[in-house]
T-cell receptor
Framework: DSGVTQTPKHLITATGQRVTLRCSPR?????VYWYQQSLDQGLQFLIH???????AKGNILERFSAQQFPDLHSELNLSSLELGDSALYFC?????????????FGPGTRLTVL | GIQVEQSPPDLILQEGANSTLRCNFS?????LQWFHQNPWGQLINLFY???GTKQNGRLSATTVATERYSLLYISSSQTTDSGVYFC??????????????FGKGTKLSVIP
């Protein structure tokens, strides 16, 4: 158990809908990262928050947004869902945001868009 | 950003055999992580190994930072070792943020 929790584990929804994925980092970690794993793109970085502030964006679509709350949990919002958004979404956390910090991954949320 | 290449892409082993997985990266890194993704999709941290050698049970890893590669050794493989092994290195996008760039993985199947 990495100490990072994600809910829900599975999500099945229809095209055009909006969903929210939730992540709670390990106790003491200030950074939260979101990654997407799809069959064709592999594991890709989406966005990084550090202590409530957005630090970096990767290959995140404009239909997707995220935030980190004062209690450090984070939510990833996916809207106007398309079939291609079906993927495994991981949250990771680390103490800081530096290049020498170990990132610990949650169990993931498997999103299926029908 | 850095490029991470893993080899081999697929590996089939008889239970009890040993194996070596390789990760090459295009630039120097100050961090390298190895993960195991089990058949249920969970990503499990195996090693944080910017340089040198570490061992954890039947698994060990070596990173030679100056030559930009890392090796993961699995000894006396078991069926529970099956899954996909990823290595990942940090990529800076500025503003003090480092995200992980992953290789495509090595899919390991251990057969009884």
């Amino acid at each position: 158990d990495s100490g990072v929790t994600q809910t829900p584990k599975h999500l099945i929804t229809a095209t055009g809908q909006r969903v929210t994925l939730r992540c709670s980092p390990r106790s003491g970690d200030l950074s939260v990262y979101w990654y997407q794993q799809s069959l064709d793109q592999g594991l890709q970085f989406l966005i990084h928050y550090y202590n409530g502030e957005e630090r970096a964006k990767g290959n995140i679509l404009e239909r997707f947004s995220a935030q980190q709350f004062p209690d450090l949990h984070s939510e990833l919002n996916l809207s106007s869902l398309e079939l291609g958004d079906s993927a495994l979404y991981f949250c990771a956390s680390s103490v800081g945001g530096g290049g020498t910090d170990t990132q610990y991954f949650g169990p993931g949320t498997r999103l299926t868009v029908l | 950003g850095i490029q991470v290449e893993q080899s081999p892409p697929d590996l089939i082993l008889q239970e009890g055999a040993n194996s070596t997985l390789r990760c090459n990266f295009s630039d120097s890194v100050n961090n390298l992580q190895w993960f195991h993704q089990n058949p249920w999709g969970q990503l499990i941290n195996l090693f944080y190994i910017p340089s040198g050698t570490k061992q954890n049970g039947r698994l060990s890893a070596t990173t030679v930072a100056t030559e930009r590669y890392s090796l993961l050794y699995i000894s006396s493989s078991q069926t529970t070792d099956s899954g996909v092994y990823f290595c990942a290195g940090p990529h800076s996008s500025g503003a003090g943020s480092y995200q992980l760039t992953f290789g495509k993985g090595t899919k390991l199947s251990v057969i009884p």
